[in-house]
Structure formats: structure tokens, C-alpha cells
């Protein structure tokens, strides 16, 4: 989990008042992480009495081994909490996660593989292949435990026939750059694999399975999360031909691609899933209402006004200034989370939350609003391919880019976001934080208000 210390925000000017805002944004996303920390969820969630498997509120009969299958970008920390509940149970299994996610090491018979996100590459291909394998060979009376969170989608892969890597990576990144929010980018992908929309699950048919996810997907649907890999259901070529028509991407999908989605497939039997057990066991409302308690220890009085936002980031950036700007004075912190999208239109760095941030601060700045500070935040610490969580942004962002050669309208229009950040102050890094459900968004009241415009520094 983020370690204060590894947060890491610049400022490039002098302002006490504006660094205190900074700070309380710290502690309220910190705090919101914690109520998500992986390990801890998923020890929350199991437990061993008198040698049965206790997940949540019902009792699974004794297993004479717990397989592991843990997939996303919080795989070994929801793995390590899982090898703490059940001390003593014979683990074994593998665990796919995201390159640099590895952490700390785990027991030998646990096989841990790092590969690419949010483009599938081969080594996602190879780790899925192996964990398929091993599924294959289980015995009855061994219980899968699949650990699922955020990125699943992309490292766990295994192409349909007729399908590449290289396809399917095209028809990610084309989707991606066209907007396409992940319960749509899924629908495509889901069609296109062995191992999404149920698929896993076949791989064990005769075991009982409990899944136990982190959400990352507005609204828990498990059959969206990670391409529901142990869900039946959510599998449908012609949604999914409907979204590349939508998004006007079918000119430079891969035709392999279209064949299979316009080739139906026999979906596989599943078995036993009456059985199976399924729990999300963290999601974004809950670190939002956890960042809303600690405003509450600090003494500040909290809203939270949006859940499940979506839509582009610069539309929802102006739009949470609007809604900020009409709180009344007696409210010190304003919170909300979802999951922006970004129309790749330009050449630029940047991602959803620096974006989000972006054409915040230059709303704050046309309204004049002077007395908040508005942050946009990716819970995993990586929005996009920025090496940032987000940004913190507030009325002086876009004049001190201006005193340092950035224009801010020009970078917004160039997807360039992270740029005016770097000069500005604001851009906030924090490494990947072991956990991913959505992006937070929060706004605190200043407590000195500004009185003029002159401290921007214009």
C-alpha cells in the first residue's frame, strides 16, 4: 500500500495556504486506499474454522487443497492475504499481475508472472496458458480460489482460433484511443477469448470455485470485471461488433478480428457453479466514503456528491468545478469517484486524471474561483502510460504554466496534460499503490481564500 513518503508532488512556487490543501488531498486519498488495501480485504473475507473454508457468511466443506488463480494488477497482495487467512491449507497456483507489480516475493509453489497492461502481450498469453494447464489437472475436492482485480482484461489471454496477440492488441489500442470505457472495451475482448466470460472456469469444471474480487468496474458487474473470467454470460459477438461500428474503428480492425466475431461460437458447458461462491470484496464507494470519514477525523465537513461518474475527462473536470463552486461555506471537502475516458486527438502526455485536472484548473480559473483545490486520482498510481496517479490542480495552475512557456488551452487540446503539471506544480506520482478500484476526486476548500489574483503569480 502507498507509503506516504513515496508521494511525490512539486511544487515550483512559494504558498503555504495552497501546500495545506495539497497536504489534506494526501491524507484523504491515503486513507481511501487503506480501506481498500487488498491483503486486508481479502482477510476480511476468509477464513479456516475447524478445517472448512469460510468465505464471507457461508461455510464450503473441508478442501484438501486451495488452488490459487490470482489475475490484476493487486494479484500478489490479494494472494498474500489470502496465504495469512488460510496458514496451514495447501496453496498452490499462479499469479498474473502487471510488469513492475510483482512486490514481495511468495512461497515457491506459487508462480508468479509479470506481463503487460493495458495492451495484452505474450508473456500474459504464456503465464495464461500455464495456469490453464494446471487448472486441467485438479482433482475433485480441490477448491479454486480465483483473486480477481483491476487489469485482469489485458494479462490474463488466451486468443480465440484464428485470433493473434498482435489482433487483439490492435483492437485494444484502437478502442482505447477512441474512448471506449472499459465495460465496452470487455464486450469486444470477451468475444475473442478462451478464457474471459466464463471461459477460466471451464478450465476446472468439477472443482468448487470462489471468486473473490476488487472492483475496478462502476456498478460490480462480475461479468465486466476482468472480462469475467469465472462468470458465464456477458460473451456477445454482435455487441461487440456494434461498439466497433459506434466508435467508427471497423475500417482498421484486424479482419481476423471480425471473422471470429462474425463467426458464432459453441460456448463450452460449465459444471457445479451452483457451488461456487462469488464476493466483491472492495470497490470504489468504499474508499470514497473512507476518504469522507477521515475529512470527518480532521474536523472538515465532507460532501460526496458524485458516484460512478463517467464520460471524457475534460467534460467531468468542468463539471465537478461547477458543482464545487456552488457548495456553501460551511463545506470544506467535496468528494466523488468514477472513470473517465479520453478521445486521443493529439500528440501529447497525459492521461484521464491528468486531464480531468487540467480543464479543472482552467474552469477554477475562468470562474475565478480561488478558494478550492481539485484533484483527480487514479487508485492504482497509474493513470495511463503518465508514470502519475493524477494531478492536483487550482486556479494558478494555468497562469504558472504561462509564465513558464506552456500555454494550457493548447495542451488540453493536444492531450498534452501532464506538460502544464510539470511546470506548474501539481503532477503527483506515487508508484503503482497495490490496489485499483477506479479514480478518486476530491476538492478542499483552502483556508486562507486568496484575495486577489495576484498570488498566481501572473
Known sequence: MLDPRSWHDPTTDSDPDL???????????????????PARAVRDALALREGCLVVGDKTLPAAKRIHVIAVGKAAVAMTQGALEAL????VSGDVVTKEGHAGAPLPPQLRVHEAG??????RGVTATNLAISSLNELDDGVVVLALISGGGSALLEAPRDGVTLADLAQTTDLLLRAGAPIETLNAVRAPLSRVKAGGLRTAAPSCVWVTLILSDVLGNDPRVIASGPTVPGASNS????????????????PGSVLAALE?????????????????????????IKAAAVKAGALGLESRIVWQSAQGEAAELGRDFVSVVSEMPDSVDVVLGGGEATVTVRGDGRG??????????????????????????????????MTGHAGA??????????????VDPVDALARNDSLSVFEV??????????????NDIYIAVRRKNRPRSASWRGS
Open 19 to 37: 501546500d495545506l490543501a495539497r497536504a489534506r488531498i494526501r491524507e484523504l486519498f491515503i486513507d481511501a486506499l487503506e480501506s481498500v488495501e
Open 87 to 90: 496458514n496451514g491449507v495447501a
Open 117 to 122: 497492461h493495458p495492451i495484452p502481450d505474450e
Open 238 to 253: 454482435g455487441l461487440a461488433l456494434e461498439v466497433i461500428e459506434r466508435y467508427g474503428v471497423k475500417g482498421q480492425i
Open 263 to 287: 463467426t458464432k461460437s459453441v460456448e463450452p458447458e460449465l459444471l457445479r457453479t451452483n457451488d461456487d461462491v462469488l464476493l466483491v470484496i472492495g470497490d470504489n464507494a468504499a474508499a
Open 351 to 384: 492521461g484521464r486524471n491528468t486531464e480531468f485536472a487540467l480543464a479543472a484548473a482552467l474552469e477554477l480559473e475562468r470562474r475565478d474561483v480561488l478558494h478550492w483545490v481539485v484533484a483527480s486520482l487514479g487508485t492504482d498510481g497509474q493513470d495511463a
Open 392 to 405: 492536483i490542480a487550482d486556479a494558478g495552475t494555468g497562469p504558472r504554466a504561462r509564465k513558464s512557456g
Open 424 to 437: 506548474s506544480g501539481g503532477a503527483v506520482q506515487t508508484g503503482p499503490t497495490g490496489t485499483n478500484v
